[in-house]
């Protein structure tokens, strides 16, 4: 069964610090994984995605994520965290092996502190 | 904005009350779903109406019900509901035809009932 783990619930970090976000999962075939982002009073928007090849992605808004197949990972990341970060960050998965669903973890508050 | 739209965005009614959410897309996907958000809970993906996808509906109450005359609209219709339905409700579209493409999410609505 598919499944993701996002083991913080929060993360602070210092404006201009690097961040880390983590991210792990499980499915059953090869995974292509999301990371979303929502803002207060907003839906989720896209951030980035991995379907295969280069294991870093680069996404919106300076980040990227590094995909690690044999930890089954999938950090974000942002060589410098803003404060305008701060949001509820998601990380969600489909499998290949035609799952209907995308699977979302349950989301890390990032608190950015200027 | 993503090109999801859904109204109301606020709605606050009562157990014994009948009401309905819509959302709104003409992005030209044809996958549609509603999940529901609560506080620390994982997003609950509720119903999915594609071509290519089951609907998910085994484990979400009778008193929610979903309608998609076509695929620009989705409608979700509540009648006696419970107060621990409150929730952010979210609409998202996504092109089907490959696992790897994004979902497209609408700002929410906020249920609260009474």
């Known amino acids: 069964a598919q499944s993701v783990a996002q083991p913080e619930d929060q993360v602070n970090v210092a404006e201009g610090n690097p961040l880390t976000v983590k991210c792990t999962y499980s499915v059953s075939g090869n995974p292509y994984l999301f990371w979303y982002v929502q803002y207060p009073n907003r839906g989720l928007q896209f951030l980035l995605k991995y379907i295969t090849g280069d294991n870093l992605v680069k996404g919106s808004y300076g980040f990227e994520a590094e995909f690690n197949k044999s930890q089954t990972s999938f950090h974000l990341k942002k060589p410098s965290a803003l404060v305008s970060d701060s949001a509820l960050y998601f990380c969600a998965v489909r499998d290949d092996t035609g799952g209907f669903k995308t699977i979302f973890g349950a989301g890390t508050r990032l608190f950015v502190k200027a | 904005e993503t090109g999801v739209t859904q109204t109301p965005r606020h709605l606050v009614m009562g157990m014994t009350n009948k009401k309905s959410l819509k959302c709104e897309q003409h992005?030209?996907?044809?996958?549609m779903y509603w999940y529901k958000q609560s506080a620390k809970k994982p997003l609950e993906l509720m119903f999915v109406y594609s071509l290519e996808e089951r609907v998910e509906n085994n484990s979400v109450p009778s008193r929610f019900s979903p309608e998609c005359p076509n695929s620009s609209h989705l409608f979700l219709h509540l009648h006696t509901l419970q107060p621990e339905d409150s929730a952010l409700y979210l609409c998202?579209?996504?092109?089907?035809?490959?696992?790897?493409?994004?979902?497209?999410f609408g700002p929410g609505t906020r249920l609260t009932v009474l």
């Open positions: 998202a579209s996504r092109p089907s035809g490959s696992s790897y493409n994004e979902q497209f």
């Open positions: 992005l030209g996907h044809n996958a």
